[in-house]
């Protein structure tokens, strides 16, 4: 399955930083991403940014069209892909665990998010009748645990998605990406009702697809085999 990784063409370090964690393990291809501080939100066609939203930054926006290129990407090729931002770290054994996740989704299926925001929320539903709603110890995340993390043996596992925040890795179906397009964008802000925080509006790319999980065939990695050091100590975000 191919890989497109978003970056921002003007990343170098970022994108050795990737290569350097990720590139004996798979194959990718770069897909340079939208420069939001190049955009000119008073001027953005309403099909991207609803009117009278608010809160929307430049690089919010910037991310949410990237991603969007990708799905259309998904719908043209009309084949299933991988898309991660610069910032993901693989598992040493991600082939097999692909492998496995492949198998195990059923026939039909939208989205499965390949990790998650630590930091943030997770829900997930654990059977037929029950929901899981998590939270995380936000402990900082080091160099050496990167390490860990990439030669520690894990069981692929997937539950159906509820709500769970960040976008480093996803598995996206041409189905999945065509109902996102029609139902994420315009971007607008919508109210969302999470576990812990209760509404909560919406203001970038990620809270507009939590809107919809629900009413997909979403599925997450439980005990994921990416991650993203977002919470690291040193860790620079190029979208914020």
């Known amino acids: ?91 040493c054994d991600y082939t097999e665990h692909m492998h496995a996740l492949m198998n195990t989704l059923p026939e039909t299926w939208d989205i499965v998010q390949l990790n998650y925001n630590f930091d943030s929320i997770l829900s997930y539903n654990n059977t037929t009748y029950e929901t899981c709603n998590c939270m995380f110890s936000k402990h900082k995340m080091t160099k050496p645990d990167i390490v860990r993390f990439i030669h520690t043996k894990i069981h692929t596992t997937i539950a159906r998605l509820n709500h769970c925040f960040g976008m480093s890795a996803y598995v996206l179906h041409p189905n999945g990406a065509k109902k996102m397009k029609e139902r994420c964008f315009p971007l607008d802000n919508r109210i969302l009702r999470m576990p812990f925080i209760d509404n909560l509006m919406s203001y970038t790319i990620d809270c507009m697809m939590n809107s919809i999980y629900k009413d997909m065939s979403a599925y997450v990695c439980v005990i994921p085999f990416v991650i993203t050091p977002h919470i690291s100590d040193d860790y620079k975000t190029t979208i914020t």
């Not at 990718?28 to 309403?46: C, E, P, S």
Request: net charge neutral; with cysteine; proline share 1%.
């Open 1 to 91: 399955m191919e890989i497109y990784v978003l970056s921002l063409e003007k990343s170098i370090e970022r994108r050795l930083i990737f290569d350097n964690y990720n590139s004996k393990y798979i194959q990718y291809r770069y897909h340079n991403a939208i420069d939001g501080k190049t955009l000119n939100i008073d001027t953005l066609d309403q099909t991207v940014l609803r009117k009278g939203s608010v809160r929307y930054s430049h690089s919010a926006i910037g991310t949410a069209l990237s991603h969007l290129q990708l799905w259309e990407k998904c719908i043209a090729l009309n084949k299933p892909i991988v898309i991660m931002e610069d910032d993901a770290i693989v598992s």
